[in-house]
Structures are given as structure tokens and as C-alpha cells.
């Protein structure tokens, strides 16, 4: 026996040490590297979605259980001033224009507006509830949110006003605004369905059905391809659909538990946060044609993420627990 239990270690230890070269040398990926961890200790939770002010390089983290936004200066890498007593903050904007942070609170479905320098709240507009992702079109100067069992709220970004409210069945998950077509793209998980709205009537147009996987959360817009890549969690799923017709273009695998994803321009790249632990990269070849190009380990449960192209860099959003305090990952993207 204890012949035989030497010589099975010995195999495992040689089967990991095989399998793990093995992985290592598919999944490397060095087009994104860990340039710095900004911590915030005080951050106990889970934590949702970040926006930024590129003019003063300052962050701002939906910190959604902790009930407060953590506003982080990116240059000196460290938390500058904590908005408190919040409902589960979910959704988040930057307003260059008028200098504001837009929350909005999954707990209450109140969206608070707040001054970006003073941090003292400006406007509200209260919502049925479970205020949840949030978009800014500067085009048409306009705050979309999504909330409830199924509605897009069209709020004016100057007067913070509710304009509009589109209705349709299941809770919205992440949408995208594509400004040259006037339509927004809603991943609805609860139908198994992405709607599409026409913004020059506020009606939905088309509901496209799910097959290929399930639980589509992130979604991500090409306008200049007319793209759309969506992120599924059953499977792990990254579909990649022709926007105009609805039409699957291709599917890779994924890690599990994907929350956000960005493409970038620049290096025609896309980034999939997965709160497994990886950030899986995908490179486009060509208008309709992608390849996964490796992954890299990030943290345990760091799903939410932000890709700032000004700056080259992603920047990953980490809850304390097994890794320490609470963080964000930045990556410089090459």
C-alpha cells in the first residue's frame, strides 16, 4: 500500500504539473498587465458597476453592499472621500456637463444625482424600484435606467426630469445605446430575450430569443460593425450578433459568471470580466470574425470592471474576502 500510494502521488503530482504548463501556455495573455491595486478597506460586500471623470482622473464606485459610492483618484491610487447612506447602489454615470454623479439604487429605485466635487446631493428621481443599469447619451443629453419587472426610465440630463417610460416584460439587465441608429439593445435574462427599442418612437420593436445560452447580463455595442457581443452565464457564453438582424455571428466559451464587458477600439479587443477569477480576452480579426486570444487571473468574485480608453486601462472591481480588503485591479491594455 504504501508503494502504491508513492507512486499515485507521484502520478498526480505529475498529471497537475503536465496539465497546468498545459493551461498556462493556452491562456496567457499579455496585451493586459497589472500595473496597480488601489484598496479600500473600508468596502465590505459586493460591489456593482464604476464610472469615471477623465478630466480629473477620478473613479466612481458603486460600492452596492456597502451602500456607498467610493470615489478613488486614480493618479494617487487611493480613496478620496465616501458618499454614505445609500440603497444598494447599483448603476453609475459620470455628467461632465453639468459635473455630476448619477446613482441609481436597486434597494429604493431612487436615482440620486450628486455634485462631483462637493458630493452633496442635487436631484432625485424616484423610480418603481430595483433601479438597476444606467446609461448617459451626451448626444441627446439624456440618463437611461433600467428598473422594475421590465421599464427603461428616459430622464433629461440637465433638469434630472423623467421624460419617458418604455415598458416590457422581465427585469432589465445591461443595455447599450447605439446613438447613429436611435435603438437601445436590453439583455432581458428573466425572458431569455434582448429587446430593441426604437428611440425616435420609445416603443419596442424587436424581442430576439435566446437559444444558443441563457442568463445574458452584459452586452456590449460595435456601432461602427454593427455589433452586438453578449455575455451568458448558462453556459458561460460569449455570442456575437449582427445588431441589425438579431443574427448570431459566432460563440466562444467563457469563464463563469460573467458581469461586464468592453471592446476597445484601439487594439480591436475584448475584455470579459468573470467573477471566477479571469478576465478572458477575445481579439477581432475582422468585421464579423473574432478569436479568443487567452485569459488572465484576476481575483475571486471580481466581476465588475471598467475599460477606460483614454487611458489605456481596465480597471477591475474586487470585494474583499479571501483576497483582503476590498480593491480595484487597473490593467494597462497594449
Not at 458630493?119 to 443629453?141: C, E, F, I, M, Q
Request: charged share 20%; proline share 3%.
Amino acid at each position: 500500500m504504501k508503494k502504491l500510494t508513492f507512486f499515485s502521488v507521484v502520478a498526480a503530482v505529475l498529471f497537475i504539473g503536465l496539465n497546468g504548463c498545459k493551461g498556462q501556455s493556452q491562456s496567457a495573455n499579455k496585451s493586459i498587465q497589472l500595473m496597480a491595486t488601489v484598496t479600500m478597506p473600508n468596502v465590505s460586500g459586493r460591489i456593482d458597476h464604476i464610472a469615471f471623470d477623465n478630466k480629473h482622473q477620478i473613479l466612481f464606485v458603486a460600492a452596492l453592499g456597502n451602500n456607498t459610492i467610493e470615489v478613488v483618484d486614480l493618479k494617487s491610487r487611493k480613496v478620496i472621500h465616501t458618499i454614505k447612506n445609500l440603497d444598494e447602489p447599483q448603476g453609475i454615470v459620470y455628467i461632465p456637463q453639468s459635473n455630476s454623479v448619477f446613482v441609481s439604487n436597486g434597494g429604493s429605485g431612487e436615482c440620486d444625482v450628486f455634485n462631483a466635487t462637493s458630493y452633496v446631493k442635487t436631484a432625485s428621481v424616484k423610480l418603481p424600484g430595483d433601479a438597476d443599469n444606467v446609461r448617459y447619451d451626451s448626444l441627446d443629453n439624456k440618463v437611461y435606467v433600467g428598473y422594475g419587472s421590465g421599464g427603461i426610465a428616459i430622464i433629461d440630463a440637465t433638469t434630472f426630469k423623467l421624460l419617458n417610460e418604455i415598458k416590457f416584460p422581465g427585469h432589465p439587465e445591461s443595455f447599450q445605446i447605439d446613438k447613429t441608429a436611435k435603438k437601445i439593445y436590453v439583455n432581458v435574462p428573466d425572458e431569455k430575450q434582448i429587446v430593441v427599442i426604437d428611440l425616435l418612437k420609445n416603443v419596442v420593436t424587436e424581442r430576439w430569443q435566446l437559444s444558443e445560452a441563457t442568463s445574458n447580463y452584459p452586452i456590449c455595442l460595435n456601432e461602427t460593425d454593427h455589433t452586438l457581443i453578449i455575455g451568458c452565464r448558462h453556459p458561460a457564453k460569449l455570442l456575437i450578433k449582427d445588431s441589425q438582424t438579431g443574427k448570431t455571428i459566432s460563440s466562444f466559451d467563457i469563464d463563469n459568471d460573467v458581469d461586464d464587458i468592453f471592446y476597445d477600439s484601439k487594439t480591436s479587443q475584448v475584455f470579459v470580466s468573470c467573477g471566477v477569477g479571469y478576465i478572458d480576452v477575445f481579439k477581432q480579426t475582422g468585421k464579423n470574425s473574432f478569436i479568443a486570444s487567452g485569459k488572465l487571473a484576476s481575483h475571486s468574485g471580481a466581476r465588475t470592471s471598467l475599460f477606460i480608453p483614454e487611458l489605456n486601462q481596465l480597471i477591475v472591481a474586487s470585494p474583499s474576502g479571501l483576497n483582503g480588503d476590498a480593491a480595484l485591479l487597473v490593467y494597462s491594455v497594449k
